[in-house]
């Protein structure tokens, strides 16, 4: 059974041939990717994205997602500036990262398009209290009117358990930087 997501968002801060392996898979699996990458890698991933394709964001930098032609920019959940004049008047599409119901709605005042909950699955970054699995995932984002992007934790082990969330997307980090990919052609 294939997954039902049609977006995938990939946080990259340099390409290697890992990676570059990685994201031809997904892309030859016809999944819309994206990548989210920092100020500094942005030149080189950009690119890349346009030889084969693909959108890709800078995080929380609105002159550098100009400057390389991205599709966007990123904000983080650490970014929590209302004025950014920058971003209205630009073609860019706004992303962000919520951890709270709180964060959402600063995030909705930034006017993101899509909204990314965070940590769903347990990661080093964040204790196992901190982690708020599919049921409190749901119950969190049940009122959010707006796309619902699921982050934090994702491996190829629980893959599967997003199927039980509300959400049209998804974001990784570690599934694209080691060689998981390359035991499972597909995301199922």
């Known amino acids: ?42 030149h080189q991933i950009s690119k890349f994205a346009k030889m084969y394709g693909i959108k890709f964001y800078v995080i929380d930098n609105v002159k550098s ?49 899509t909204i990314m909950l965070s940590p769903i699955f347990y990661n080093k970054k964040y204790s196992f209290n901190k982690i708020l699995g599919t049921i409190k995932f749901n119950l969190i984002t049940l009122n959010w009117n707006c796309n619902v992007c699921a982050l934090g934790g994702i491996k190829l082990n629980n893959f599967r358990m997003i199927n039980l969330t509300r959400v049209g997307s998804v974001s990784f980090m570690s599934l694209i930087n080691n060689g998981d990919l390359n035991k499972k052609a597909h995301l199922q």
């Open 1 to 42: 059974m294939k997954n039902k997501f049609l977006t995938y968002y990939i946080f990259i801060e340099a390409l290697n041939e890992i990676i570059i392996k990685n994201i031809l898979i997904l892309k030859n699996q016809k999944y819309r990717l994206n990548i989210i990458t920092s100020e500094k890698s942005a």
């Open 65 to 113: 997602a100009t400057k390389n032609y991205a599709a966007g920019v990123f904000l983080s959940s650490k970014n929590k500036s209302l004025t950014n004049n920058l971003i209205n008047i630009s073609r860019l599409k706004v992303i962000g990262s919520a951890h709270s119901q709180i964060e959402y709605y600063v995030k909705k005042k930034q006017n993101c398009e």
